[in-house]
């Protein structure tokens, strides 16, 4: 089993949709969570960063569920331009190596 | 501020040939990462550095991957022969916190590397 896991998709979803996406860690010891989002053929850059409370950034929630072990995103009224790979990143207990998942592809079309 | 500076961004060699990648991490960033990234998938760690030390690298294959990270600034990535498998997008980033990493990571643009 991976470390991180996410469902590839891709999730294609009309303007103004709301999304969620979900991430499952299998390393209870973890200790710290964020989102990335990679545009195609660039790098990966930081989206959010996921506290226990949850956060919220404008359209972006994330949320952790620390008891079944992952982590979720929620896209509300989605725009052209969320079209993007996101990427769970969890960082381990310990050794605080950024493990990421394979990541979740978003096309919202008009 | 600068961001983090790979070079080349694309580089195509014949197997069995040595290739080299080039990282200038941001100023005052005392962690450096080495992921390798292959289409469709998340980047995978090769090897993290905190200043000139490797404190990650067991998924470094070390028969024909090399690292260094010269005082604790500039690092290089060489692959020495390299196989067709190895095609892919080598990625450095670089971050503030040392031996908590709780921060954020700067990636740069990457290397495409592709082995014909």
């Known amino acids: 089993r991976k470390e991180v896991e996410q469902d590839p998709g891709p999730f294609n979803v009309p303007e103004g949709a709301t999304v969620a996406f979900n991430c499952t860690y299998s390393?209870?010891?973890?200790?710290?969570f964020f989102w990335y989002r990679q545009d195609c053929r660039k790098e990966p850059k930081l989206l959010m960063s996921v506290y226990s409370s949850g956060n919220e950034d404008g359209r972006f929630t994330a949320q952790l569920n620390r008891a079944s072990q992952y982590i979720s995103l929620l896209i509300r009224d989605s725009k052209l331009s969320d079209s993007a790979t996101y990427l769970c990143v969890v960082l381990a207990g310990g050794s605080y190596i950024p493990t990421f998942g394979r990541g979740t592809s978003l096309i919202v079309h008009p | 501020e600068a961001g983090v500076v790979q070079s080349p961004r694309y580089k195509i060699i014949e197997k069995k040939q040595p290739v080299a990648f080039w990282c200038n991490p941001i100023?005052?960033?005392?962690?450096l990462y080495w992921y390798l990234q292959n289409l469709g998938q998340g980047p995978e760690l090769l090897i993290r550095y905190e200043n000139e030390e490797a404190v990650d690298d067991s998924q470094l294959p070390k028969d024909r991957f090399s690292a260094e990270r010269l005082k604790g600034v500039d690092s290089t990535l060489k692959i020495q022969p390299a196989e067709l498998g190895d095609s892919a997008v080598y990625l450095c980033a670089s971050s503030k916190d040392t031996s908590r990493n709780t921060g954020e990571l700067f990636f740069g643009e990457g290397s495409r590397l592709t082995v014909l």
């Open positions: 100023s005052g960033h005392n962690t």
């Open positions: 390393n209870s010891a973890s200790q710290s």
